[in-house]
């Protein structure tokens, strides 16, 4: 039980290139989101899932696309890559229990540390 | 208008001793739920503790708790018997429907 795996680990892009960070779980979560963290804040939502099939943006989803065609996977892609997208990027996988959506315990993969040059 | 305030953005504290640290919050919802989570140097996110917004007792998980005051919207975490391995950054989270929202963080500093 690997829990949530993301890869890459670390990843250096140049201005204008696009790139898919990886993200999988085997937990069989129906809910997936994806934060980025920047220095000295907390983490801020992009895009989410409640399901395959289901997406919705969060506070930040502006340069980020996500699709959830299986349970598994949670790909966040970068369409044109800027400085400002350098970041620390972390998945999460959760499912709700017995009190429904609010008691849920989200695992998080390790993250990847992304720099835009 | 921030969700989450954690207003502390260091923290020291000696060896075995207790440490609050504060996080309130701000939601209209009468159903939401309350998350600690800790990121050490290695930077992975751990969980602590969760609170219910409609749960009677203070949540407790070993040495953590959290100090639930509704009217107040406030949910401190208290580490008591402090760590020299509890030094991390502690976030506070809230969930409202499906969407969490993190404050700031403290970092913590324990001092043998």
Redesign the interface.
């Known amino acids: 039980n690997a829990g949530v795996t993301q890869t890459p680990k670390f990843q250096v892009l140049k201005t204008g290139q696009s790139m898919t960070l990886q993200c999988a779980q085997d937990m069989n979560h129906e809910y997936m989101s994806w934060y980025r963290q920047d220095p000295g804040m907390g983490l801020r939502l992009i895009h989410y899932s409640v399901g395959a099939g289901i997406t919705d943006q969060g506070e930040v989803p502006n340069g980020y696309n996500v699709s959830r065609s299986t349970t598994e996977d949670f790909p966040l892609r970068l369409l044109s890559a800027a400085p400002s997208q350098t970041s620390v990027y972390f998945c999460a996988s959760s499912s709700p229990q017995r009190g429904g959506l609010l008691t849920d315990t989200q695992y998080f993969g390790p993250g990847t540390r992304l720099t835009v040059l | 208008a921030q969700k989450?305030t954690?207003t502390q953005p260091g923290m020291f504290v000696q060896e075995k001793e207790a440490v609050t640290l504060d996080c309130t919050y701000d939601t209209s919802d009468p159903?939401?739920?309350l998350?600690w989570y800790k990121q050490p140097s290695s930077?992975?996110?751990i969980?602590l503790i969760?609170q219910?917004?409609y749960d009677q007792q203070n949540a407790t998980e070993g040495r953590y708790s959290l100090n639930f005051q509704k009217a107040r919207k406030s949910a401190n975490l208290v580490i008591s018997a402090s760590q020299l391995g509890d030094s991390a950054m502690y976030?506070c989270?809230m969930?409202e429907?499906?969407?969490?929202?993190?404050?700031?963080?403290t970092r913590l500093f324990v001092k043998a």
């Open positions: 989450i954690q159903s939401y739920g998350f930077g992975e996110m969980f969760y219910g917004s976030f989270a969930r429907g499906v969407v969490k929202v993190f404050g700031a963080g």
